[in-house]
């Protein structure tokens, strides 16, 4: 992705985000929205683009296999509505053990993230690479659409083996 002080461009608002750092080049990503006591999904592709998926406030990040595909889920919990925060879970805890899902793994970006850092800024993002390594992705947003990444860190999944988020 490049030096971590580097600022990237966001140039697409679609599904795929281009972000350009300040020199040529560029990284795609596959942006998966977050929806608060839901399960949005993602494919995760062999040899394509890494999935992007925040801001992370304690929600669940998962790679899985279903049906011989990969996906990445992010698990749309909500701590200040418990409503919503039940429903997601209950949501991603049926589908893992309902459907013929295999080799799940995931992790908690807020809760993961190896070092203490003021949660208010800068924000916490989750990318899932291509080969389903985990990392979570600390972002500063300054003016003209630009931003700098001021953290990354490799993360181990932490995800129960039964897959089931409590």
């Given at each position: 992705?490049?030096?971590?002080?580097?600022?990237w461009?966001?140039?697409?608002?679609?599904s795929?985000?281009?972000?350009?750092p300040?020199?040529?080049?560029?990284?795609?990503i596959?942006?998966?929205?977050y929806?608060?006591?839901?399960?949005?999904?993602?494919?995760?592709?062999?040899?394509?683009?890494?999935?992007?998926?925040?801001?992370?406030?304690g929600?669940?990040?998962?790679?899985?296999?279903?049906?011989?595909?990969?996906?990445?889920?992010?698990?749309?919990?909500?701590?200040?509505?418990?409503?919503?925060?039940?429903?997601?879970?209950?949501?991603?805890?049926?589908?893992?053990?309902?459907?013929?899902?295999?080799?799940?793994?995931?992790f908690n970006?807020?809760?993961?993230?190896?070092?203490?850092?003021?949660?208010?800024?800068?924000?916490?993002?989750?990318?899932?690479?291509?080969?389903?390594?985990?990392?979570?992705?600390?972002?500063?947003?300054?003016?003209?659409?630009?931003?700098?990444?001021?953290?990354?860190?490799?993360?181990?999944?932490?995800?129960?083996?039964?897959?089931q988020?409590?």
């Open positions: 992705m490049g030096d971590a002080s580097e600022e461009d966001v140039l697409e608002h679609n795929d985000l281009e972000f350009r300040a020199t040529p080049g560029g990284a795609k596959t942006w998966l929205k929806q608060p006591g839901y399960v949005t999904t993602a494919p995760l592709l062999a040899n394509s683009m890494p999935v992007l998926t925040g801001k992370m406030s929600c669940w990040v998962v790679k899985y296999s279903h049906g011989g595909n990969d996906f990445v889920a992010h698990v749309g919990t909500d701590s200040s509505n418990p409503v919503l925060n039940t429903r997601a879970k209950n949501s991603w805890n049926n589908f893992v053990t309902s459907n013929n899902t295999v080799n799940v793994t995931g970006p807020s809760r993961d993230w190896p070092v203490n850092i003021d949660r208010s800024s800068p924000d916490l993002y989750a990318i899932v690479d291509t080969n389903g390594n985990f990392y979570d992705l600390e972002v500063m947003f300054g003016g003209n659409n630009t931003s700098s990444i001021t953290g990354f860190h490799p993360i181990v999944s932490t995800l129960p083996a039964n897959g988020i409590r």
